[in-house]
Nanobody, 123 residues
Framework: QVQLVESGGGLVQPGGSLRLSCAAS????????MGWYRQAPGKERELVAA???????NYADSVKGRFTISRDNAKNTVYLQMNSLKPEDTAVYYC?????????????????WGQGTQVTVSS
């Protein structure tokens, strides 16, 4: 079993910054892609940013130049630095990861979600 635990959400004024963290734990052999998604009220969940194990990144157009995704492979942790926040960034942010899990003598590649952390941008 693998758990993803997010932290770092909260209330921030427009133009402010927040840093989200997501730590993976459990029966982990290795982690491929890790990403952050968000879901605002009444809207579908959307990809914000993703990063491969090798460090390649991609971002939603709406956050390019403002958000930075990074990871610490030794700690199985992914980060999302969010700068110049706007009210439209308000959402629940979810961590997602493709994890090679240890299943006895074998490995299985499974996808996991965190429980989500609320980010509210408001004056």
């Amino acid at each position: 079993q693998v758990q993803l635990v997010e932290s770092g959400g909260g209330l921030v004024q427009p133009g402010g910054s927040l840093r989200l963290s997501c730590a993976a734990s459990g029966s982990i052999s290795s982690i491929n892609r890790m990403g952050w998604y968000r879901q605002a009220p009444g809207k579908e969940r959307e990809l914000v940013a993703a990063i491969t194990s090798g460090g390649s990144t991609n971002y939603a157009d709406s956050v390019k130049g403002r958000f930075t995704i990074s990871r610490d492979n030794a700690k199985n942790t992914v980060y999302l630095q969010m700068n110049s926040l706007k009210p439209e960034d308000t959402a629940v942010y979810y961590c997602n990861a493709d994890v090679w899990t240890i299943q006895g003598p074998t490995r299985m590649l499974l996808n996991y979600w965190g429980q989500g952390t609320q980010v509210t941008v408001s004056s």
